[in-house]
């Protein structure tokens, strides 16, 4: 038999893209890259690259925003305030290598929000610190006062940290053993109309260079035990309220 063409496309292909290939076109560059989401927790909510050339992608996982750009989520990010409201808790852990100390504002890593000072959280960087925010009854709509880790931070050296609420305190455990506290209480009040960022906030001017290694979001609370766990590459085992989901983004 005749066999005419046979292609391998190095990215999932869109209905526009695969309707060109039906005509024997080239299929156009349509799409911006993704970061996947591969929890394999409900629907995926994966982030969208605003622009591909500003980042590099680490072989293995993650990625080096080189120079100012956000991850975005293409629609709210329902599925995050569904599993974390139900729950009143949450754990982020978040490694990076900040690309220097001189980042402010705070400069947002990892934000769920809606602009610079109506946040669900914010996981950020302010000079050699890194910054939570975290909004609940007891907050401002900024999720202010922030807990804040010290002088921690130094470029070009990779952090890993989890951030934990329990309903009483917002405990950020750090891989060295170390942790920070600050008493915060009362329930989640978010906005399920928000998207999930990485690297920027909704407008710019928070915009935060350096590479994200991982980033996983639990709808439960951390212990110290729990944290040493993740810290050493097992499941975190049972917590408070037995839930272990988690999200986590790579290329794909």
Do not use: C
Not at 119 to 138: A, V
Not at 148 to 172: F, K, P, Q, R
Not at 174 to 195: I, Q, Y
């Amino acid at each position: 038999g005749v066999i005419d063409e046979v292609r391998l496309i190095g990215q999932v292909l869109t209905d526009s893209q695969i309707a060109e290939l039906a005509t024997i076109t080239e299929p156009t560059a349509d799409t911006v890259p993704i970061a996947y989401d591969t929890s394999g927790f409900g629907v995926p909510l994966n982030l969208d690259v605003q622009v591909p050339s500003n980042v590099t992608w680490v072989p293995g996982g993650g990625l080096t925003i080189d120079t100012a750009t956000r991850l975005i989520s293409p629609s709210p990010a329902t599925k995050l305030y569904d599993a974390l409201t139900a729950t009143n808790q949450f754990s982020i852990e978040v490694q990076f290598t900040p690309a220097n100390t001189s980042q402010s504002g705070p400069a947002r890593i990892v934000s769920y929000s809606g602009g610079s000072s109506d946040t669900n959280f914010t996981f950020g960087q302010d000079g050699n610190e890194y910054i939570t925010r975290l909004d609940t009854t007891s907050t401002t709509s900024a999720g202010t006062p922030s807990a804040d880790s010290g002088n921690l931070l130094a470029a070009g050296v990779e952090t890993h940290v989890i951030v934990s609420y329990d309903g009483e305190n917002i405990t950020m455990y750090n891989s060295d053993g170390s942790s920070v506290t600050l008493a915060r209480t009362g329930d989640f009040d978010w906005d399920n109309s928000f998207d999930l960022l990485m690297g920027n906030e909704a407008a710019d001017g928070y915009d935060w260079l350096g590479t994200l290694h991982r980033v996983a979001i639990y709808d439960e609370a951390f212990k110290q035990n729990q944290a040493t766990n993740v810290f050493d590459g097992i499941p975190p085992g049972e917590g408070s309220t037995g839930g272990t989901n988690s999200v986590d983004w790579v290329e794909r």
